[in-house]
């Protein structure tokens, strides 16, 4: 029976790796993440914690290396240099090693280390070129800030360029969003960009403030402009250039092995045919004092799994794998899954068992649909701890 955190996470050969940086200069409006503001003192010492425990980690295998946060880029550059050397035994098997970044806390020095590290990629949080959206959305930086980092990071590295943009803020058309994506495009022609519709959730400032979304159609015209401007529309908030697709994240959305090291990182993985999450502790102070020994440990329910692998897979191009639904939960629930995608294909929504472009409009009623669908299956439940 398993349950130390330490132990979870030995039995895994094979996973990639998620590092949360969880300090911020100040909290956006729309984040839900978890982040704090940013102490000198605690940062050092949270390095330290988070170093410590990638030297005790036995897997080697590591596909994908993902920095992110709050906001990695608070890191001074000693702190920076040292978290990325004890990355170096994870990455000479990684395809890909991310770092979230900032526009206004990119340094020249701080590009000149990732370009002389294994980093592959920086994920820059843009969200609005427009000086009024950055205002609601309380982003940090000037538009002219943002100008400068992107050229920095296309003058002084060969990095792999990663943009988000958000749509969809409160008083805001689409003529917005298309704007922003030109100017990002024409400007710099990221790899990858990921378009996330503005959420309000629960206990963010947008929320207590009682900002709603736009009510215009923010993601059809976006998607169409992308597409024409040559990005591959691989899942739903994502696109890429020809061969740019994120590979830490398509692990994700494949439910394939991950482990996630610091405050509110979660690790997921399979032991002994069970799958197990191991989730860390949202206490920074505890974290540091305590590390890994402070997380959580659960096994996943095959009902859970059954729902989590639905909901994750109906956001991608693939769909859902109706070849792992039998493997896992059986012929008769690969069935069932298939003969719900159905009527849904009729309607067009489906094409087989992925969503249409169409279809990933409504993806949220779908995703119900199929959940009512599990309910109905005999997927027997498993310990949990």
């Not at 001074?76 to 990355?87: I, Y």
């Not at 990002?184 to 206990?203: A, F, M, N, R």
Request: glycine share 6%; hydrophobic share 35%.
């Amino acid at each position: 029976m398993i349950i130390n955190p330490r132990e979870v996470l030995s039995r895994t050969e094979t996973a990639s790796l998620y590092i949360h940086i969880p300090f911020c200069i100040s909290r956006c409006s729309y984040c839900a993440f978890f982040s704090t503001v940013d102490d000198a003192s605690l940062r050092r010492s949270y390095i330290e914690r988070v170093i410590h425990e990638l030297h005790a980690l036995t897997c080697r295998d590591v596909p994908s290396i993902y920095i992110g946060g709050g906001d990695p880029s608070t890191l001074q550059l000693e702190e920076l240099s040292g978290l990325l050397k004890a990355l170096e035994p994870f990455s000479a098997t990684a395809q890909e090693i991310t770092i979230e970044m900032n526009p206004e806390g990119i340094t020249h020095e701080k590009l000149h280390l990732l370009e002389r590290s294994p980093v592959t990629r920086i994920s820059m949080g843009i969200q609005s070129f427009d000086p009024m959206v950055r205002s609601l959305l309380t982003r940090r930086g000037t538009t002219n800030q943002v100008f400068s980092a992107l050229d920095s990071v296309r003058r002084l590295t060969s990095l792999k360029l990663s943009a988000d943009i958000i749509t969809a803020v409160e008083g805001t058309d689409p003529s917005l969003t298309l704007r922003d994506l030109n100017v990002l495009i024409d400007h710099s022609t990221p790899e990858h960009i990921s378009v996330y519709e503005l959420d309000i959730e629960e206990g963010t400032d947008l929320e207590k403030q009682g900002s709603a979304p736009s009510e215009h159609d923010h993601l059809t015209p976006a998607w169409q402009l992308l597409h024409e401007r040559g990005y591959d529309h691989y899942e739903l908030s994502n696109f890429c250039l020809p061969g740019y697709h994120g590979i830490h994240n398509l692990r994700y959305w494949d439910l394939k092995p991950y482990i996630g090291i610091g405050c509110s990182a979660v690790s997921t993985i399979e032991t002994d045919g069970r799958y197990v999450r191991v989730t860390g502790i949202h206490d920074v102070s505890r974290f540091i004092s305590e590390g890994m020994d402070a997380s959580t440990v659960e096994y996943i329910d095959p009902p859970t799994l059954f729902r989590e692998l639905i909901m994750v897979s109906l956001r991608t191009r693939k769909g859902i794998p109706l070849e792992r639904i039998a493997k896992e939960f059986g012929f008769d629930a690969a069935q069932a899954v298939k003969d719900h995608c159905s009527p849904l294909e009729g309607r067009g929504i489906m094409k087989g068992s992925a969503l249409t472009q169409e279809g990933m409009l409504f993806i949220n009623e779908v995703t119900v649909g199929f959940f009512e669908l599990a309910d109905s299956l005999d997927i027997k439940d498993l310990p949990k701890y």
